[in-house]
């Protein structure tokens, strides 16, 4: 099902590329020896280099190097054996050289793709033109002074891989879908916390319409939106905007905007007119940069397993639908999660359980899988217990809330809390017996045909006996002994 | 003790090992020199509590028998285009003229830890944008060389190292660094009459030098004798990890390449160089007259061709004006230097670099942000950048066939501050015809005083450009060129004995 705006002037398609910022994650910045931590006093991370002062040179940081090529694999591309950084001229107060130092015409990484899963099942393959890497800027500080400006260096000079999709992208969904995509990529790989809201990944949406089959339209940029729900939004709001202006006889101008998302409208920033005109060269101060087979090859075998791969071992080996799958490898953490649940128990069961009452747990509790109070060995040894029949499923919901509020084996708990199945014929047959007893006038109607009274001697038994009768033994007994 | 000014490097060397005399003593004659002579201009600031300081410190080096730097208690004259801890630093602009680096370069570290003693920094075209010496911020500099038709007029010591080449010519300091972009140590040298070198692109390192363009900025060395810029050369050059433009080969001790001995050397006389106009006949006739005395050294000259030469030079300003834009564009009142306020950040910026900047600077400027617009980098900045590769290859060519090649290093000798030439920026620009093709190619070349004029009796240099790292051939070379022109290395004491 492909997304369609309806005009008076016929389906209009939208077509989008997005252009992803990921802040590396390294030791040190770009160019320089100073720390890339996050946080930090405002101008303690910043070296003469970083603050441009005169005869300051750049030198290169080959771990940022290695995280774009561990990256570039993970999205399936090329990686360049000579790539070219190129300065990027313009003036603002947070970049203290008048230049950014990026990679033009010749990127480290180029033409690769991700797949993407929709809700629908079907997967569609969105291309990715480049990965670059680039300096990030510093930052201004508008509210510390009535007049002033003040300004932080501390991310200048900080490496980005700027990661440029190709305009394959058809729908709102898609877009999101992809950033999770990427988000889950670059955090498998760990070269990227993919932290939207903390600016560690940014994303500038391009949308154009156009009607099916016609050549693409002219764009829009939209700049900087901060989070997976925004991009979707605001493709969606300036997709709209544009055909309702087409439709009036206006034009598109190739211009970028701001994603307000208190109001969820995008609005002009800067228009092409007053585009700035970067004045790209290639950077004097860095030689080529040239990469070896050895190193590609090193940083090759030392590639984490990554989503994709993950997805089809855990539906291979351990006989997961797709979209559960999907749903576990979406995060590294809970993927590694599971595998550790998993690991000698019914995998199946413990991934209903991770994706039901443990998400919805640890969303109540506003905690993360890696500060989950239940661990993954006592998921997988609760699933034991039912299996083995020693709680019901219904037991089962208890002791896992107990698991969750006091943190201990299922073990202890079911023992503790007398929580373990009645399996015992006799017993059963001893509370089926009391019920019935208590109850001639239900039995003498059940009897005489009511048989959806069955229900109701299931749930008093049950409660009879603390939920802890096993289900399918209570049931055929009852069965039995009803019917007499 | 006066006399110490008159000696080269290698011979203070030697007082100093015989301890004739101490570093102190050698140190306070320049000092004293620098007073008399500060009509030359030279100096834009000068250190002497520093320097006798570090005089001192290297004399208990020496007194305590420690382990000796090559330039072991040697004054030297910093290009104020180094950045030097503690010492301000200007490169000649009014932009940066309150500024004190917290570092130092690598260059003069280098020259530091090899025992040499600095005693101030030596004047230069702002931000080394100048043939003249006529663009700093602190005013010109005056060569202390006399034309004997008109001994009053004041002649430029050429640029953009002019102080450096007017100090080392007059005694204010036993040598000097330079800085050569597209001949700025060259044709200062050859107008000075001492020897200028600028090494192969990738020898020196720039850390810590303000930067003109990057790709043809060049560390080198000023001195009055060819043996004291191989021991300057290999005190000051080296691979450095800040500069990933720095090559790492080892330094080769370039004072055994002084053999005196060139035969069956092949000296390349490239006929590109020798145009109908633009070359003063006195030049020609000494670069003439030097082939043949090399030739009786037991030389062979071998005329050669490097066709592309004409396109160097607008080349060159294409390539050099399109990195300065960039490599300026950081001097903009927000972290250091000077500071115009104005009532917003654009007009700041305005306000900033157009009081900071000198006319010839902001004009390099504003051409080199023009060919980098779309439309002129194509048309423009590409094609300079296939002229400079086919400028590179015709020289490899020519290194097939010849070891070194023999030049003039300027079209004429120095002229006067206030002649017209001065007033035309074009015509200044056609003073580096013979040294930008090989800053280009990043090829070692060096200036050697090998005659006076016969019209106005001031100092004329050749250039000899060698192969890319093989400064030992050059050197070979000059040296022997500086033995037979007999030209005088003593300085030129305009204060007096």
């Known amino acids: 099902m492909s997304y369609i705006i309806k005009g008076e002037t016929g389906d209009w398609e939208i077509v989008v590329g997005l252009e992803v910022h990921c802040e590396v994650i390294s030791k040190a910045k770009l160019f320089s020896g100073a720390s890339a931590t996050f946080g930090g006093e405002a101008n303690t991370q910043v070296s003469f280099v970083d603050a441009g002062f005169p005869g300051m040179l750049p030198v290169i940081n080959h771990e940022c190097v290695e995280q774009a090529i561990k990256t570039g694999f993970g999205l399936n591309a090329t990686i360049n054996k000579k790539s070219i950084f190129a300065r990027k001229n313009y003036y603002y107060a947070d970049l203290p050289n008048g230049y950014q130092i990026s990679q033009s015409d010749h990127p480290i990484v180029s033409d690769g793709y991700i797949d993407v899963d929709l809700e629908n099942g079907e997967t569609r393959r969105i291309g990715i033109e480049r990965l670059h890497l680039e300096q990030d800027a510093g930052k201004l500080m508008h509210d510390q002074h009535p007049s002033k400006s003040f300004v932080d260096l501390n991310r200048a000079g900080v490496a980005l891989m700027e990661i440029v999709s190709r305009p394959d992208i058809r729908s709102p969904e898609e877009a999101g879908a992809y950033l999770r995509k990427l988000r889950s990529i670059v955090r498998y790989i760990g070269s990227c916390d993919g932290n939207m809201d903390e600016g560690s990944m940014r994303c500038d949406a391009n949308v154009s319409v156009r009607h099916p089959g016609e050549p693409f339209g002219t764009r829009a940029e939209i700049k900087n939106v901060n989070s997976i729900r925004f991009v979707m939004q605001a493709i969606e709001y300036e997709a709209k905007r544009q055909v309702e202006l087409l439709e009036e006889g206006g034009k598109v101008v190739q211009e970028t905007r701001k994603f307000d998302s208190t109001t969820g409208v995008t609005k002009t920033m800067r228009s092409k007119e007053t585009a700035v005109d970067y004045r790209y060269f290639y950077d004097p101060d860095l030689i080529p940069l040239r990469l070896t087979d050895e190193l590609i090859e090193r940083l090759h075998k030392e590639m984490p397993e990554l989503p994709d791969a993950m997805k089809k071992r855990f539906i291979e080996n351990y006989g997961l639908t797709a979209y559960d799958a999907d749903q576990l490898i979406m995060e590294k953490d809970i993927a590694t999660y599971f595998e550790k649940a998993a690991k000698g128990h019914d995998a199946k069961k413990v991934a209903n359980y991770i994706m039901g009452d443990l998400f919805g747990a640890l969303n109540k509790l506003g905690k993360s899988i890696n500060e989950s109070p239940v661990s993954p060995e006592n998921l997988g040894r609760m699933v034991d217990l039912i299996n083995d029949g020693t709680i019901s499923s219904r037991i089962a919901k208890d002791v896992f809330q107990f698991m969750i509020d006091e943190g201990k084996t299922p073990d202890e708990i079911v023992n503790e809390k007398g929580l373990k199945q009645v399996s015992d014929t006799s017993a059963i047959e001893k509370i089926i017996d009391e019920v019935i007893a208590n109850n001639p006038d239900k039995v003498a109607e059940f009897r005489s045909g009511k048989d959806k009274l069955l229900g109701w001697f299931v749930g008093q038994t049950m409660k009879a006996s603390q939920g802890k009768a096993n289900p399918a033994m209570l049931n055929e007994l009852l069965r039995k002994k009803l019917v007499g | ?497």
Not at chain 2, 5 to 24: H, W
Not at chain 2, 82 to 105: M, Q, W
């Open chain 2, 1 to 497: 003790m006066t006399d110490l000014v008159e000696l080269t490097v290698a011979e203070a060397l030697d007082g100093l090992n015989k301890k004739e005399f101490t570093s102190v003593e050698l140190t306070q004659a320049h000092l004293d020199e620098m007073a008399k002579a500060r009509e030359l201009n030279a100096y834009v600031i000068e250190t002497p509590e520093l320097a006798l300081e570090r005089a001192k410190a290297s004399d208990e080096r020496r007194q305590r028998g420690e382990k000796l730097g090559k330039m072991e208690g040697i004054p030297v004259g910093m290009k104020d285009l180094y950045c030097t801890k503690g010492v301000r630093t200007t490169a000649c602009s009014h932009i940066l003229d309150n500024f004190v680096p917290p570092y130092e370069s690598t260059v003069s570290l280098n020259l530091q830890n090899n025992g040499s003693v600095m005693l101030g920094k030596t004047n230069m075209d702002e931000f080394a944008m100048g043939t003249a010496n006529l663009t700093s911020y602190f005013g010109a500099v005056r060569n202390p060389h006399k034309d004997k038709n008109n001994p009053d007029k004041f002649l430029i010591p050429g640029g953009s190292s002019g102080g450096s080449a007017a100090a080392v010519s007059a005694g204010l300091c036993m040598c000097a660094t330079g800085s050569d972009t597209g001949g700025s140590i060259r044709t200062p040298a050859s107008f000075c009459g001492i020897v200028g070198m600028k090494p192969t692109y990738g020898r020196c390192s720039r850390y810590g030098m303000i930067a003109f363009a990057s790709s043809l900025d060049q560390a080198g060395t000023m001195t009055r004798t060819v043996h004291d810029t191989a021991i300057m050369l290999e005190s000051m050059a080296g691979y450095d990890p800040k500069d990933s433009t720095v090559v790492n080969i080892p330094v080769p001790n370039y004072e055994k390449a002084l053999t005196g001995d060139i035969r069956g050397l092949k000296i390349g006389i490239p006929r590109e160089y020798n145009p109908d106009k633009g070359l003063n006949s006195d030049v020609r006739h000494v670069w003439e007259k030097t082939a043949e005395k090399l030739k009786a050294a037991g030389a062979e000259i071998v005329e050669i061709s490097l066709p592309s030469t004409k396109y160097a030079l607008p080349t060159y300003y294409l390539i050099a004006p399109a990195e300065a834009s960039s490599n300026l564009a950081r001097y903009d009142g927000v972290k250091y230097g000077l500071r115009v306020d104005g009532k917003s950040l654009d007009e700041m910026y305005t306000n900033t670099r157009t009081a900071g900047f000198g006319k010839e600077v902001k004009r390099r400027i504003m051409i080199g942000t023009c060919i980098l617009l779309e439309g002129y980098y194509e048309t423009c900045y590409l094609k300079a950048q296939k002229v400079r590769r086919l400028l590179c290859q015709e020289f490899a060519e020519a290194y097939k066939k010849v070891d070194v090649i023999l030049a003039p290093a300027a079209p004429e000798t120095a002229f006067g501050k206030d002649d017209d030439s001065t007033k035309d920026p074009l015509k200044m620009q056609l003073y580096d015809i013979f040294t930008v093709p090989s800053s280009l190619a990043g090829l070692p070349a060096l200036s050697v005083p090998a005659g006076f004029s016969d019209i106005n009796g001031l100092p004329i240099g050749l250039q000899v450009i060698g192969n890319t790292f093989n400064e030992e051939t050059v050197l070979r070379v000059a040296g022997v060129i500086e033995s037979v022109s007999g030209m005088p290395y003593r300085p030129l004491r305009i204060g007096g004995k």
